[in-house]
């Protein structure tokens, strides 16, 4: 059996199996590197927590909040890859905000060109959520349709790891490092698994999205404040190059990087390599059968750089990962 799969089954185990360390955190920051670690836990514990909570979910308005960490993971090096495994992940303030301005999102004009059209103008959209049917809904004063609701989806826009050397990324970047990949794939469910860079991994977590699509086309998800609880552990004497994911029905791969296609690009190359690598595919096999039963969403089109998530449907893998 691989070890990545076999960790997802033993990581099924209850959770009384496990450490259990309960934290609230009291600072965020605003970028991804290297700096004293605000909690530190052995691997395989979980960890109950929260996302950082600012003005900026509510109806007045504030500032972003930053995110959690970084947390130190005791015998995590740079020859191993960090595990999280994300149990829950559920709002936990009655608002939600997002908006579009000019300068930001899919459909704007970039902010260091000049245009001859009229920029986006600045709209502000507060939801009101409702954690018990788990929808959201705000009001749309200026169309036909007064009021619009939603089904929540929860997700962590940013997972990650301290970026390696003497690197620090703002809490817009995603990378190799993971960071603000803001894939809808990031829920209670999945498992992601991180390269890491430093000793210790140094690992954040925040940006909690009630509900986001695909793209985060307009630059914002439902940004809200979240009740989280993640599983933490360690492979060890394994590396990998960029954030892994899987769920029950796929293992992906998230890659980060302007223009689209070279995103698009790492993240197809990384999955071959997976499935060469653990499931005894040989590459070019791989590459003919991916152009068949591949799948990928477009995470991000509006950060400093893109992130595509490229899909391979676990059903088509050999039985127990056999080489």
């Known amino acids: 059996m691989n070890r990545l799969l076999g960790l997802a089954l033993l990581l099924a185990t209850p959770l009384a199996a496990q450490d259990t360390v309960r934290f609230t955190p009291t600072v965020g920051y605003p ?25 900026y979910y509510t109806a007045e308005g504030g500032d972003f909040p930053g995110e959690v960490g970084p947390i ?37 004009g970039d902010q260091g060109v000049r245009m ?25 004063p200026n169309s036909r349709m007064r009021t619009v609701e939603v089904d929540l989806q929860p997700m962590l826009g940013r997972v990650a790891v301290a970026p390696r050397g003497e690197e620090a990324f703002g809490g817009l970047w995603p990378g190799d490092f993971g960071g603000n990949m803001d894939a809808p ?6 498992t992601v698994y991180l390269p890491i860079f430093h000793d210790g991994a140094y690992f954040y977590f925040g940006d909690g999205h009630a509900r986001q699509g695909h793209g985060e086309l307009a630059g914002t998800g439902l940004e809200t404040s979240m009740d989280v609880v993640l599983r933490l552990d360690v492979i060890k004497g394994r590396t990998i190059r960029w954030p892994r994911l899987e769920d029950e029905r ?19 190359v990384e999955l071959i ?29 509006v950060d400093p750089a893109y992130t595509i998530v490229a899909k391979f449907p676990k059903r088509y893998l050999p039985e127990q990962g056999g080489q």
């Open 250 to 268: 796929y293992i992906m791969v998230a890659g980060s990087a302007r223009p689209l296609m070279d995103a698009f690009r790492v993240a197809h």
């Open 31 to 55: 970028t991804f590197a290297v700096r004293e670690p605000v909690l530190r836990i052995k691997p395989n514990t979980v960890l109950i927590s929260k996302t950082n909570f600012g003005g």
């Open 185 to 190: 794939e990031v829920r209670a469910g999945t």
């Open 72 to 108: 130190y993971v005791e015998g995590a090096t740079t020859n191993d890859v960090l595990v999280v495994q994300i149990l829950a992940v559920k709002p936990n303030y009655a608002t939600a905000a997002s908006r579009v301005r000019a300068g930001f999102g899919g459909l704007s």
């Open 273 to 301: 390599e997976w499935l060469e690598q653990d499931y005894g595919f040989d590459r070019w096999d791989a590459y003919a059968l991916l152009g068949q039963v591949a799948e990928s969403t477009i995470a991000n089109v």
């Open 116 to 140: 001859l059209n009229d920029p986006i103008p600045t709209r502000r959209y507060v939801w009101r959520l409702d954690h018990e049917k788990m929808t959201g809904t705000t009001d749309l």
